[in-house]
């Protein structure tokens, strides 16, 4: 896909295992991600609209409504992205400046040392 090669993206290895994740924006609620997907940063659309390569990707959506940061599983990129547009749903690329290897490494750290609290959209779906 063309959107990979410039898509910002962070290497995980966890002993022999070795997986690259992708960094995407998307308003889409956690209920439509894969497994493997992981939420690094969640705000409003007008705050991650600031985070876009294109911030005018979100239009009219630029508002309070919930957006999230998320890091793709790049074996389920493609399966992803369907399941998010068939529910209305798309992904934004982040600027790779902004959102860069340093930032996706401080912030997945951040989200692995933080204690588990439910995910609201998940509990809802239940």
């Not at 959107?3 to 690259?20: F, K, N, Y």
Request: hydrophobic fraction near 45%.
């Amino acid at each position: 896909m063309r959107t990979t090669a410039i898509t910002p993206h962070i290497t995980v290895a966890i002993g022999q295992q070795v997986r690259q994740y992708h960094a995407y924006i998307t308003a889409a609620p956690a209920t439509l991600d894969a497994p493997a997907t992981m939420t690094l940063y969640r705000s409003s659309v007008s705050d991650l609209a600031g985070f876009a390569n294109d911030p005018e990707a979100f239009g009219s959506r630029r508002s309070t409504a919930s957006a999230r940061l998320v890091l793709i599983d790049a074996i389920e990129l493609a399966w992803q992205r369907a399941r998010y547009t068939e529910a209305g749903h798309q992904l934004t690329t982040p600027d790779e400046v902004l959102v860069s290897l340093s930032t996706l490494q401080l912030w997945l750290w951040q989200r692995l040392k933080a204690p588990l609290v439910p995910d609201p959209d998940l509990a809802r779906a239940s």
